[in-house]
């Protein structure tokens, strides 16, 4: 893009593209062309969410092993990776913007998706196999309510992003897939700080308390770091906030 005189300017320059974050200025939080994929990971204020979900898994993981381990122990480990695996598949993909990138980004999302979907699957079929065992109650606290709601939210996300990239034909057109896509987007963010919220609410769980003692604050500060660090990072134009330029078909 060039200014008014003719003269380049610097965010074209770099190779930043021209999408605002909801916090900065226009390239801000953006990956350099012909850096690689990974960099995404720590680029702005990424740094802030890695320490949070870091911090927030130690403090579950810590919490377990320091704790006689049974089969319910594996419900926590496996969830939690699965979080911090659903973090990193938003963080690589959120700079991306361009063509290039965003396929590269796009494939990389679907696949850390699938195995943060995968121990999180996991981490319930552990969980209901251990209330079974034990002659349980299912889905009565708190806790397992807004688990069982993010699972639920989780898959629908998961089916309707992989169809609308790489089966848009379901929707008539890759046009019409295209279109709801910041929905899709939107959406994510919300299940991401449901995940967060069931974790929280966990440690109010009767188990926790008597036996684990992962602390509410500790959760509380670790998200609160995840959401610092990956809400300025969202693109406003990625969410039709904002004038956008043409760009490839992608997040």
Do not use: C
């Not at 965003?102 to 699938?114: D, E, M, V």
């Not at 992989?162 to 089966?167: L, P």
């Amino acid at each position: 893009m060039a200014s008014a005189t003719g003269i380049p300017d610097v965010v074209a320059q770099e190779g930043l593209g021209e999408d605002e974050p909801l916090l900065g200025h226009a390239g801000d939080a953006s990956q350099q062309e012909g850096r690689p994929l990974y960099v995404n990971l720590i680029i702005g204020t990424a740094v802030i969410a890695q320490a949070g979900i870091i911090l927030l898994t130690a403090s579950v993981w810590a919490s377990i092993l320091l704790s006689p381990l049974m089969l319910f122990s594996a419900h926590p480990l496996l969830n939690s990776a699965g979080i911090l695996v659903l973090t990193q598949s938003i963080l690589v993909l959120q700079p991306t913007h361009t063509a290039g990138q965003k396929r590269q980004g796009t494939i990389a999302h679907a696949w850390l998706n699938n195995f943060g979907l995968d121990f999180l699957v996991a981490g319930l079929i552990v969980i209901e196999v251990n209330k079974f065992n034990h002659n349980g109650t299912h889905f009565e606290s708190p806790h397992a309510i807004l688990g069982l709601t993010t699972y639920i939210l989780l898959g629908i996300q998961t089916l309707v992003g992989f169809t609308q990239y790489f089966t848009p034909q379901l929707y008539g057109s890759v046009e019409r897939a295209k279109s709801i896509y910041k929905w899709h987007r939107i959406s994510g963010y919300v299940v991401l700080t449901f995940l967060l919220a069931t974790v929280a609410a966990a440690t109010q769980t009767d188990f926790n308390k008597q036996t684990l003692d992962i602390k509410l604050w500790a959760v509380l500060i670790s998200a609160a770091l995840v959401l610092i660090g990956v809400f300025p990072r969202i693109k406003k134009q990625k969410l039709g906030l904002g004038p956008r330029a043409s760009g490839a078909f992608g997040q």
